[in-house]
């Protein structure tokens, strides 16, 4: 499957010599009868239920991952592929963000954000890290398709699935952000998450997470979660972290909440 993109990162409306037809009608025919044909050869739910029964959560959601991104790389990771990825890196320049800022994609995916962030940040700037080896394969071919390489973007395999950034190998960062990727662990993956936090975060930093609200921590799915606003603002506390609700502010084209947090002995959040 192609990838390629405009500058700005829209899909790239003539087809390419030599490359996929996908934006033609045979194109999407083909692309159509591929997903279906992948979707019917792919594993049964019943076995996908089976990997989480035989696997820790996070090993068995890793691989889950890998097999909905063999079946549809833009969907495994979430909808609106184009919108949603513009929506995240507008989002962060409108509260900070800047080019010579370094920036943690914590779950970056399939780069649906990621590639405009690399475009934004100076190179080098950008880190993706994810703990499925085929989004960050699918990431690579997309990198190199777009001509992206010059950006230097660093994707790193989160291998041991820890939670303690001990991938990002003592590098440090002006953001990070997690989108989505709280709405699929539990409570004691994202305290491990927050009890690290300081050891990555720069002075001035700034966190940005997602979340699914709901009125206690609950599982609602194979692999979905959610948490309540006031267990994030618990853990913040306890970390010495301050913390902002800006759900309103950030207005996801998909469903999500949105918070940002920061090391509260900083200068405090202007108000939203
Ligand atoms: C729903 S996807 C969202 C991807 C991306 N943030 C986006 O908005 O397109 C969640 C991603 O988080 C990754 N992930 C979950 N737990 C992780 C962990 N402990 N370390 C690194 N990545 C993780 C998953 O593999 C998956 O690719």
Known sequence: ?????????????????????????????????????????????????????????????????????????????????????????????EHGLKPEHRLLDFGCGCLRAGRYFMRYLQP??????DISESVLEFGRELIR????????????????????FSCCKGATFDRIQAYSVFTHLDHNHIAEFFSHLDSVLRPGGVFFFSYNDSDDSCQTGLKDFRHPFSF???????HGFEIQEMSKAFKD????????????TETPFPAL
């Open 145 to 164: 398709e777009n001509g992206l390489e010059d950006h230097k973007p660093n994707l790193i395999h989160n291998a041991d699935r820890s939670l303690d």
């Open 1 to 93: 499957m192609s990838h390629s993109e405009n500058p700005d990162g829209s899909p790239s409306v003539a087809p390419e010599v030599g490359s996929s037809d996908q934006y033609t009608q045979w194109g999407r025919f083909r692309s159509v009868l591929r997903k279906g044909w992948r979707r019917f050869t792919g594993p049964s739910n019943r076995k996908i239920k089976k990997l989480y029964e035989e696997h820790d959560y996070l090993e068995a959601y890793a691989r889950h991952t890998d097999i909905r991104v063999h079946r549809d790389p833009h969907a495994a990771i979430g909808a609106n592929w184009y919108e949603h990825g513009q929506h995240q890196l507008s989002f962060l320049v």
């Open 124 to 129: 080098g700037h950008y880190t993706g890290v």
């Open 253 to 264: 084209p998909g469903t999500q909440n949105f918070a940002r947090v920061q090391r509260n």
């Open 232 to 238: 994030f603002e618990e853990l913040a506390q306890k």
